[in-house]
Each structure stands twice: as structure tokens, then as C-alpha cells.
């Protein structure tokens, strides 16, 4: 290949390697959510401080993607059930992390759920 060939290569992986991070640094979504919660109530959600605690957004995006209205589609679908993102992660981790002696969310009802 000829200097030139590659010079231009360099120049189209540069640029799409400063695409993918700004994309990456614009798609963390809202900071702050508050997620249906069917009969008991609405659930607010602090996104941007687990984003910020656990580095890992597939802690939660392994189940659904990072899209509004994700959770409320795939149940419609039926591909998730009601109350699966509840228990296998919000609960689940913080059940585990207490049982470790680590930081910590809310495992009762009451604590994630505000009837209004
Ligand atoms: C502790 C769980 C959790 C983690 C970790 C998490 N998210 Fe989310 N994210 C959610 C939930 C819940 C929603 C709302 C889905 C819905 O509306 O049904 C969401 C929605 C989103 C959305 C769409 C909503 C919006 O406001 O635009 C984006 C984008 C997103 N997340 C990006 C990320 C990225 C990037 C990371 C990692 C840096 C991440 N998330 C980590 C739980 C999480
Ligand atoms: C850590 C926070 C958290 C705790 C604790 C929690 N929930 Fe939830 N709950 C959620 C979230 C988030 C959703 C929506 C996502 C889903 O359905 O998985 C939800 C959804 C629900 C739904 C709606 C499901 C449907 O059929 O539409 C019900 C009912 C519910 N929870 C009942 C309970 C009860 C009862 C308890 C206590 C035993 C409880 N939740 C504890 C976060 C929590
Ligand atoms: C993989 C682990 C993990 C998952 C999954 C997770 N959380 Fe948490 N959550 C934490 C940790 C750790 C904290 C304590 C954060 C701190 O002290 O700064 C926390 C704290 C919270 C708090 C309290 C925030 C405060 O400042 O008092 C709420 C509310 C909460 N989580 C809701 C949820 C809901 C709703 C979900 C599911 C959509 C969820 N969490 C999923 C790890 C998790």
C-alpha cells in the first residue's frame, strides 16, 4: 500500500475512534429517573450515582437497553417479566453488597416504592 493509503486510513480510524467516545460521553442518559412501579408506586432512581458507583453500565444494561421507556417495552413484549429488573438487580445487589458489609440501597418495599 502506498504512503499516502495509509496516512488516509489513519486519519478515517482517528476519526471514528473521536465519534465513538463522543457518543460514548453523550449516551449516560438522564441522572435522575423515576421508573414505574406499578400498584405500589412510582420508584426514583438515581442513575448517574450508580453509573458513578459500580463503572459498569451492563450491571443493570445486560437486561434491557440503554433506551427511555426499555424496561415498560420488553414487558409489553413479554421477553422481561414484571418485577425481574427488581429482584434479580436492584434487590439482588443490594441484598448482597449488605450481606458483605459494602455501600448500600433500600431492600424493603417501602424504601424504593412512594405511593403518591
Ligand atoms: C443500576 C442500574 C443501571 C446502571 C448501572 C446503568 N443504567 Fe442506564 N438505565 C437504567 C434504568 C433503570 C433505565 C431506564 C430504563 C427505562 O426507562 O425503562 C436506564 C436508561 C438509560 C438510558 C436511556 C434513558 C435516558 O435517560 O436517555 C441511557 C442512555 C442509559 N441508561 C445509559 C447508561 C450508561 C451509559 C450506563 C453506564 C455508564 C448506564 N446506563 C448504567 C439503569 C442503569
Ligand atoms: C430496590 C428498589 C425496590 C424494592 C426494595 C422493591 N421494589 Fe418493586 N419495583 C422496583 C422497580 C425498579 C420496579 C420496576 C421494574 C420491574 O418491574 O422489575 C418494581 C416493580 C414492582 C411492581 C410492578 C410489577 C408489575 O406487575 O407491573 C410491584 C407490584 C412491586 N415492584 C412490588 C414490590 C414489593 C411488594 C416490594 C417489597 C417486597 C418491592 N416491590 C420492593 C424497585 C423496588
Ligand atoms: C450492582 C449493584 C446495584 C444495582 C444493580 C442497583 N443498585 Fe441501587 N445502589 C447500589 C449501591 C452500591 C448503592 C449505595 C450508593 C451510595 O451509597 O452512594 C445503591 C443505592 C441506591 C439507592 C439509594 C440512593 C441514596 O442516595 O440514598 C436507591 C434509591 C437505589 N439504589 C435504587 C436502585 C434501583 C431502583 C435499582 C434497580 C433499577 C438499583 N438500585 C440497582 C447498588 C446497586
Given at each position: 500500500m502506498r504512503l499516502s493509503g495509509i496516512v488516509v486510513l489513519m486519519i478515517v480510524f482517528l476519526m471514528s475512534l473521536a465519534a465513538a467516545l463522543a457518543v460514548a460521553e453523550q449516551n449516560?442518559?438522564?441522572e435522575q429517573m423515576e421508573l414505574?412501579?406499578?400498584?405500589?408506586g412510582p420508584v426514583p432512581f438515581p442513575h448517574r450515582q450508580h453509573q458513578d458507583n459500580l463503572?459498569?453500565?451492563?450491571?443493570?444494561h445486560a437486561l434491557f437497553?440503554?433506551?427511555?421507556?426499555a424496561i415498560g417495552k420488553l414487558h409489553a413484549e413479554g421477553t422481561l417479566k414484571r418485577q425481574q429488573v427488581m429482584k434479580e438487580q436492584c434487590i439482588a445487589c443490594h441484598r448482597e453488597n449488605k450481606r458483605e458489609g459494602k455501600d448500600s440501597g433500600p431492600t424493603l418495599c417501602s424504601q424504593c416504592h412512594q405511593r403518591k
Open positions: 449516560k442518559g438522564a414505574e412501579g406499578g400498584t405500589r463503572e459498569d453500565c451492563n450491571a443493570c437497553p440503554q433506551e427511555a421507556g
